[in-house]
């Protein structure tokens, strides 16, 4: 099935086995050096061919990305590092057989075939295996590297859906792969395994324990908490506002009794103020509140499923509407430290701790 909105065509595709007509299609986009939207199993992405440096440079092009922001490269199989990196260490041979393929991205010291645009003049390059039908299939068939970010605009919450694709980048770009929802919903874990120990630079779907238990001690980046990296991001997500709705969100951090009274008070101030108040909390906490717009992110009890549906609902609040974002904090423990660096970031440095 295909259909065009704004330019953009969509070509639906069986997120299982993917139909060969439209992967056919898609790597021949990408062998021409234009750029393809397709689904990973953290969010979709926005693919170039990685050896490509004019290729590349659409996808900056096309999301308004700051050309100091590096891009991951997605690869189907091992034997692609020949070339994308300089060595491949241990640690990072150790990981792969564990999480590849899946949600980690290994940084390492980078080959001479990823084009420089892809690492923004940086000596590493960030590369992981997806796991997804569709992705592994487009990167085969396309038969280069993709490198991709998120496929949305700078700065917006990331796409879980092809028609969060469409509402940022419509017209702006040739082709999206339709496969439905994406599952982890953040994107992926990003650890810098040039160093001893390692580095997480980005919390994702592979959590700080499991990296601990498989490699022993990691050192978390101080972008990763929330505080000033003061230096150039190795990484997505090290430095720029991201995740962004466009109202404006205030995360509110703490005991959870605690947050529910900050957020109460912070509520009534904005209603009387006339403004229209969007709340973002657990499932728990749904019952506690008055606003305009509630919106649950899930259960505490899941953040699992928490991470899936945090960028849906943080587009949703655009759809509603609201002048003000108010939003509960999660535990830091397991992927919530991955749930509570994306709200970090959509925050802009709007951070209560009670």
């Not at 080959?111 to 590369?127: H, I, K, M, S, W």
């Not at 830091?332 to 951070?351: C, K, S, Y």
Request: a negative charge; glycine letters at 10%; charged letters at 20%.
């Amino acid at each position: 099935m295909e259909r065009t909105v704004a330019g953009t065509r969509v070509l639906q595709v069986d997120a299982v086995k993917p139909e060969p007509a439209a992967i056919a299609e898609a790597a021949a986009i990408l062998r021409a050096g234009d750029v393809v939207a397709f689904p990973t199993e953290t969010v979709y992405g926005l693919g170039a061919s990685a050896l490509d440096g004019e290729a590349v440079a659409r996808i900056y092009a096309a999301k308004g990305r700051p050309s100091d922001n590096p891009l991951i490269v997605h690869i189907a199989d091992r034997a692609q590092l020949e070339g994308l990196v300089s060595e491949v260490p241990a640690v990072a041979e150790r990981l792969m057989d564990l999480y590849w393929p899946g949600p980690l991205t290994l940084v390492m010291r980078r080959g001479p075939a990823v084009a420089p645009e892809v690492t923004c003049g940086l000596d590493t390059v960030g590369v992981r295996m997806p796991d997804h039908p569709v992705a592994l299939a487009l990167v085969r068939a396309a038969g280069v590297p993709i490198a991709a970010p998120s496929a949305n605009r700078s700065g917006r919450p990331s796409p879980t859906a092809a028609e969060h694709v469409l509402e940022d980048l419509a017209g702006r770009i040739p082709v999206v792969l339709d496969a439905g929802e994406t599952g982890v919903g953040v994107e992926s874990t990003v650890l810098d395994v040039t160093v001893d120990p390692p580095v997480l630079l980005r919390p994702g779907g592979v959590t700080l324990e499991e990296l601990e238990a498989a490699v022993g001690p990691v050192e978390v980046a101080p972008a990763v908490r929330g505080e000033d990296p003061g230096e150039r991001p190795r990484s997505p997500g090290m430095k720029y506002k991201h995740y962004a709705p466009r109202a404006p969100l205030i995360l509110v951090d703490g005991p959870v009794m605690q947050m529910q009274d900050k957020i109460r008070d912070l509520a009534m101030e904005y209603l009387e103020e006339g403004k229209r108040v969007g709340i973002l909390c657990s499932a728990e906490s749904r019952g506690v509140y008055v606003a305009p717009v509630i919106l649950e992110y899930g259960a505490r009890a899941d953040l699992g499923g928490v991470a899936s549906d945090l960028f849906a609902a943080l587009r949703a609040f655009d759809r509603h509407g609201v002048d003000v974002i108010l939003a509960e904090g999660v535990p830091t423990t397991g992927i919530g430290l991955a749930i509570m660096n994306r709200l970090r970031q959509a925050a802009g440095g709007r951070v209560i701790q009670v």
